[in-house]
C-alpha cells in the first residue's frame, strides 16, 4: 500500500503519544517502512482532532494533505482498520 501512496507521490507517516522505543517496536513487528513521529504533549493529536473521549488515547485517523498543506480528504474509522485501506486505495487514485 506504501509503494502505492508512493508512486503517486504521497508521503505516510503515523504520529501518536507514545514514545521513540515503543515507535520502533511497533514498526518493527509491523514492518511499517513509514516513519511514527512522536506527539508526547498531543499539540498535533489535538489540532487534527483526533484525541480519545475525554483526552484518554487517541482516535485512529487518516488523512489527505495536499500540496498547499490543506486536508483535502479525511476518515476517522478507530479500529476498523479495513476501512483505512479501503479509503487509501481510493485516495492513492486521485491526484493531489
Not at 31 to 37: C, E, Q
Request: hydrophobic share 40%.
Amino acid at each position: 500500500m506504501r509503494d502505492d501512496l508512493s508512486s503517486q507521490g504521497l508521503s505516510v507517516v503515523g504520529v501518536s503519544p507514545q514514545g521513540i522505543e515503543s515507535h520502533q517496536r511497533f514498526s518493527a513487528q509491523y514492518n511499517l517502512g513509514f516513519p511514527l513521529l512522536v506527539d508526547a504533549d498531543k499539540q498535533v493529536i489535538k489540532a487534527y482532532g483526533v484525541n480519545g473521549p475525554f483526552g484518554i488515547g487517541v482516535r485512529r485517523a487518516s488523512f489527505l494533505i495536499d500540496q498547499e498543506q490543506k486536508i483535502a480528504a479525511c476518515i476517522r474509522a478507530d479500529f476498523r482498520i479495513n476501512h483505512h485501506i479501503e479509503w487509501l486505495k481510493l485516495v492513492s487514485d486521485r491526484s493531489v
